[in-house]
């Protein structure tokens, strides 16, 4: 699991070219003035160190990876197989971890090329700093590992119609995952956002549809409910008005509650209630919880650092 020196912010790995070590030395002083853990090389692995192990004890302790490119970065052996690593342990945590910072406006490599960059030539460096700081310390400050929503939307053609990126937080499910989102959205456009981009199911059943749950969400923000319309099962107060804009800022964070209503071949087999993975049902726990599994799944990517299975909760 990542370590934090002296109880410091999230700890970082900086992956660079030998000949721009000057301006990423430059870059490490401005995360550690962030409250940032940056680990470098240079400064992190003493003589006498097994470098490998060095590196990749510290690539597995990290939270997260940048990629400092420029022209000098490309085909470099040590970058090459640093990214590679990165790379694997992107999937492997199913969360975002790989960040890319250029020096210069040299082309990113094919597998890199489809990914966001912040620029940190032309007096830039302290707002690429300050813009990652930003965005690592957030996904600290939810409380819950920070996951890709399921179904992203694409990124905006112009800077013009930049998204915000908001938290949509499960606690019972120890999850949270990044949605987008313009900044003057309505409750019904939020709510029609986290349904799609978190693929939020509806139901689910066995034997042809005779047994199952059905699924529904109640939605707070800033410890506000909210309700995407007046027939909302939430329990939104008055004065929520769906079509009324939100002023969301970046890095909001939206509280989902997942609603679960058992249901059998004469209808719903109790009222309905907030999910728990250890809460017994109406009908056999086992089969509530497989069919839950199944259902919401997807917003559980396998998280290889845990030690316990899900389902034992």
């Not at 987008?180 to 978190?198: C, D, S, W």
Request: hydrophobic content about 45%; glycine content about 6%.
């Amino acid at each position: 699991m990542p370590h934090h020196r002296e109880g410091r912010g999230p700890a970082v790995f900086i992956s660079y070219a030998t000949a721009d070590r000057t301006e990423v030395l430059k870059f490490h002083q401005d995360l550690l003035e962030r409250g940032i853990d940056p680990f470098l090389d240079i400064m992190d692995i003493l003589p006498g160190d097994d470098v490998v192990m060095s590196i990749n004890g510290a690539l597995e302790r990290s939270d997260f990876y940048v990629l400092v490119w420029s022209a000098a970065a490309r085909d470099r052996y040590w970058v090459n197989s640093e990214i590679s690593a990165a790379m694997v342990l992107e999937q492997r945590r199913a969360r975002p971890f790989v960040f890319i910072v250029r020096l210069d406006d040299s082309e990113l490599p094919p597998v890199l090329a489809p990914r966001r960059y912040l620029d940190a030539f032309g007096g830039r460096r302290a707002v690429a700093a300050d813009q990652l700081a930003a965005v690592w310390t957030r996904d600290r400050a939810v409380g819950t590992k920070v996951l890709p929503a399921p179904a992203p939307v694409a990124e905006p053609a112009s800077a013009d119609e930049a998204l915000l990126h908001v938290y949509a937080r499960n606690q019972s499910l120890n999850v949270s995952h990044e949605v987008r989102i313009h900044a003057g959205a309505t409750v019904r456009e939020l709510v029609a956002a986290l349904a799609e981009q978190l693929a939020l199911p509806t139901e689910a059943s066995e034997y042809g549809g005779a047994v199952g749950v059905r699924f529904s969400y109640r939605y707070r923000l800033g410890g506000e409910a909210l309700a995407a319309d007046s027939d909302s099962d939430s329990d939104a107060g008055s004065g929520s008005g769906s079509d009324v804009p939100l002023a969301l800022a970046e890095g909001d964070v939206v509280d989902i509650e997942v609603v679960v209503e058992p249901f059998g071949p004469d209808g719903a087999l109790a009222d309905p209630v907030s999910f728990l993975p250890t809460r017994d049902y109406a009908i056999p726990p086992e089969m509530i919880r497989d069919l839950c599994q199944k259902a919401i799944e997807h917003l559980l990517a396998e998280d290889p650092d845990a030690d316990q299975d899900p389902d034992e909760d």
